[in-house]
């Protein structure tokens, strides 16, 4: 979405007269917060669900409460941070986008919309109907797998292998196990949805929040865990541009594009966004634990 949207976006706003900035960071706000919804909204989500064997309806119904109401408070938040000033003089301007292909365009929505039906109605294994749906999308008479291979972004790929890396060497050092070791002496078990959801906001913000999400699934043992490991590393991942890789997309469309978006301007929006969300999501899980 961010790949696909941020250059749209910037190339509206000109031609229409906005300032870009607030509608790039509302893109990568909501971005994050919506895709705390599912467990295929992101890559840490995924990864928590196959780990910990969630159902895909289960989470979407917990999660469902906490994402729209922060979606609610993101607007809220960037509208009240712009106070108003919306406008600069309108350019003409045109970014480079391939052709619309209707064909492709309906092969890709009635896919995706299958897939999510059967993650939600069966118990087939989710990754050989992803790995399938991916197949099928790249079966193609006219249009070479080669040709959507190189529309990928390889650069952020090498990003995510370098976090990897880092995570490894983190949790070969040992630091990992003495932190948590010092917490469960100090009464406070990491184990515990609290705590849990504490470490997470701050671990994703130290080495983004998938790498935090491997480091912690040791400890997820609660029955809420799940659910608190991926809002509190999704939604934590607003408050820095690193903090989730959406954020570091925007950001770098931007700058191509030629709009500037620096780490002040984003904590601006993104340091309230981050705790208000963040706020809704750990109120909504005290709630369900008290009534489960």
């Known amino acids: 979405m961010c790949l696909a949207v941020a250059p749209i ?3 509206s706003c000109r031609r229409r007269g906005y300032r870009p900035v607030p509608f790039l960071l509302a893109l990568a706000c909501a971005a994050n917060v919506g895709s705390a919804a599912t467990l295929i909204g992101n890559p840490q989500n995924m990864l928590i669900g196959q780990a910990l064997r969630l159902s895909f309806g289960g989470y979407l119904l917990l999660a469902i409460v906490p994402v729209v109401l922060g979606l609610a408070a993101t607007w809220w938040i960037i509208a009240r941070s712009t106070a108003g000033n919306w406008s600069e003089p309108a350019q003409s301007f045109e970014v480079e986008a391939p052709p619309f ?15 999510v039906l059967a993650f939600l109605f069966t118990s087939w294994s989710r990754e050989a109907l992803a790995l399938g749906a991916a197949g099928l999308l790249l079966t193609s008479r006219k249009m070479a797998s080669r040709q959507m291979l190189a529309l990928v972004d390889w650069q952020l ?4 292998i370098g976090l990897f890396v880092v995570n490894h060497a983190l949790a070969q050092s040992g630091m990992l196990v003495r932190a948590t070791t010092a917490l469960a002496a100090a009464g406070m078990d990491p184990a515990q949805p609290t ?3 504490v470490s997470t906001a701050v671990l994703s913000n130290l080495v ?9 699934l040791p400890v997820a043992t609660h029955p809420l865990a799940g659910p ?3 809002l509190s590393s999704t939604l934590a991942g607003n408050l820095f541009i690193v903090g989730s890789i959406a954020n570091i997309i925007v950001v770098d469309q931007a700058r191509r594009l ?4 620096g780490w002040r301007e984003h904590a601006r929006v993104g340091a309230p ?13 005290w709630l369900v634990a008290l009534w489960t």
């Open 9 to 11: 976006l910037v190339e």
């Open 101 to 115: 292909n209707p064909w492709q365009s309906a092969k890709g929505l009635a896919v995706i919309t299958l897939l």
């Open 157 to 160: 790929l090498v990003l995510f």
């Open 195 to 197: 705590v849990l959801f």
């Open 208 to 216: 983004s929040n998938v790498p935090a999400v491997m480091l912690l």
């Open 228 to 230: 608190v490991l991926a």
């Open 258 to 261: 030629g709009v500037r978006i």
């Open 273 to 285: 966004v981050t705790l208000a969300t963040l706020g809704i999501s750990a109120l909504w899980l």
